[in-house]
């Protein structure tokens, strides 16, 4: 079983920068792990994937050249670091973890069983 939990949240003015840190119980070695946003009245997107690895990571084009994925497997914890945000970045931030047996690929949104309580991040303009 996966526990995982996110941190790291907060308000921000535009242009600003956020680390969000994600560190699970269980051993996520072997899982693709993603971070997933949702904002009022939207549907949750996928923001940014790393393989089990790291040696791969996806990104929307909506975080894209703003953002960047790590995972530090020793010490069981994901990160996801934004810069330059933007008052549309505003959203609850999910850290979602995706056992290898999910099949297809790591980068669609399907497959992430755990999920953390989420962070919320604001952007103020």
């Known amino acids: 079983q996966v526990q995982l939990v996110e941190s790291g949240g907060g308000l921000v003015q535009a242009g600003g920068s956020l680390r969000l840190s994600c560190a699970a119980s269980?051993?996520?070695?072997?899982?693709?792990m993603g971070w997933f946003r949702q904002a009022p009245g939207k549907e949750r997107e996928l923001v940014a994937a790393?393989?089990?690895?790291?040696?791969?990571?996806y990104y929307a084009d909506s975080v894209k050249g703003r953002s960047t994925i790590s995972r530090d497997n020793v010490k069981r914890t994901v990160f996801l670091q934004m810069n330059n945000l933007k008052p549309e970045d505003t959203a609850v931030y999910y850290c979602?973890?995706?056992?290898?047996?999910?099949?297809?690929?790591?980068?669609?949104?399907?497959?992430?069983?755990?999920w953390g309580q989420g962070t919320q991040v604001t952007v103020s303009s």
């Open positions: 790393i393989s089990w690895s790291g040696g791969s990571t």
């Open positions: 979602a973890a995706r056992p290898p047996y999910s099949g297809g690929d790591y980068y669609t949104q399907t497959g992430y069983n755990y």
């Open positions: 269980g051993r996520i070695s072997s899982y693709a």
